[in-house]
């Protein structure tokens, strides 16, 4: 069986097309009885919510049935790749066998599609020249990664590469933010109070904010690669300009009209329509009084 043909991954093959994929999101992936799912299901099994067309039967209703860290999953466009190209639309109900291999080019494609989604946001903040090349590089042979075969795709060591692709996306993210703002990377800070911390070109790299409240907050050229954002309050937050904001990290928090998005995201339905009144944030002035005591 030889894969079909399908263009370099742009923006429209790194978002999630659940109309060309097999449910694999609904397969794969084990998941555990929390606040984020109502119940058990191992590796490799359906969720009983998925229908005979792999869609789910409660996609409507997730959250009020139990299920709300359905609604944050993205896969970055792996899903469909696995299910179109890598096994050329061959389904796993009508061909049980490959449901093993599809489940191990899943965990391989998945996060190879995240990397590239990153690196690709990297691009459009225009980097220096050299950087840019470098970026570019690190795209394509990102991208040839995903064109493997299933026994091709068992060989690519993932966080390898993601370990020689990180650093250009940190100099990057560098670049945009100069000069930088507080530096809050891989900080714990669930439920803190942090509307009147200034968090312009802040980093945020892998910072946990779950249930932070972030009203009013100005986060212009923030960097919130990876920051755990569940549950937290960005009513009446500026995030037009935030960099690596991806949409799952908008779904997982709390929202509302008066919260500027970036033109490519989507407001999430769950955010109350009710607007606030923003925080008055501090000036650079006062930011650096404050970060000298």
């Known amino acids: ?9 742009g923006s429209a093959q790194l978002r999630a097309d659940c109309g060309r994929c097999f449910g694999l999101c609904c397969v794969v992936p084990a998941f555990a009885r929390s606040a984020d799912f109502a119940i058990d299901k191992p590796a490799g099994q359906a969720c009983p919510n998925l229908g005979p067309d ?3 039967g409660i996609h409507t209703e997730l959250r009020q049935r139990g299920f ?4 944050v999953f993205d896969c970055f466009g792996a899903g469909q790749q696995v299910s179109q190209v890598t096994f050329g639309g061959r389904d796993w109900r009508g061909a049980p066998e490959t449901l093993p291999a599809m489940a191990e080019a899943f965990a391989v494609l998945r996060p190879l599609h995240e990397l590239l989604w990153y690196v690709t946001e990297a691009l459009t903040l225009h980097p220096p020249a050299d950087l840019r090349d470098e970026l570019a590089r690190a795209h394509a042979e990102t ?11 068992r060989t690519v060591d993932v966080a390898a ?12 993210s560098d670049t945009a933010r100069s000069p930088g703002g507080v530096d809050h990377r891989g900080a714990h800070l669930p439920g803190a109070d942090l509307r009147r911390v200034d968090l312009r070109r802040a980093n945020l790299r892998g910072a946990l904010l779950i249930g932070a409240d972030l009203r009013g907050v100005d986060l212009s050229l923030a960097d919130v690669t990876g920051a755990d954002l569940r549950g937290a309050d960005l009513r009446g937050s500026d995030l ?4 690596f904001l991806h949409q799952s990290q908008l779904d997982a928090a709390r929202g509302d009209v008066r919260t500027g998005l970036p033109a490519t995201r989507t407001r999430p339905p769950h955010w109350t329509a009710l607007p606030l009144t923003p925080v008055r944030q501090p000036s650079r002035a006062a930011a650096r009084r404050s970060r000298r005591r």
Request: hydrophobic letters at 25%; glycine letters at 6%.
């Open 1 to 9: 069986m030889s894969p079909s043909p399908a263009p370099p991954p």
């Open 54 to 56: 792999h869609r789910c």
């Open 68 to 71: 709300p860290g359905c609604t």
């Open 143 to 153: 991208t040839a990664l995903t064109e493997g075969d299933p026994t091709r795709l």
């Open 161 to 172: 590469h993601r370990g020689r692709v990180n650093p250009l996306l940190s100099q990057a």
């Open 240 to 243: 037009r300009n935030t960099l």
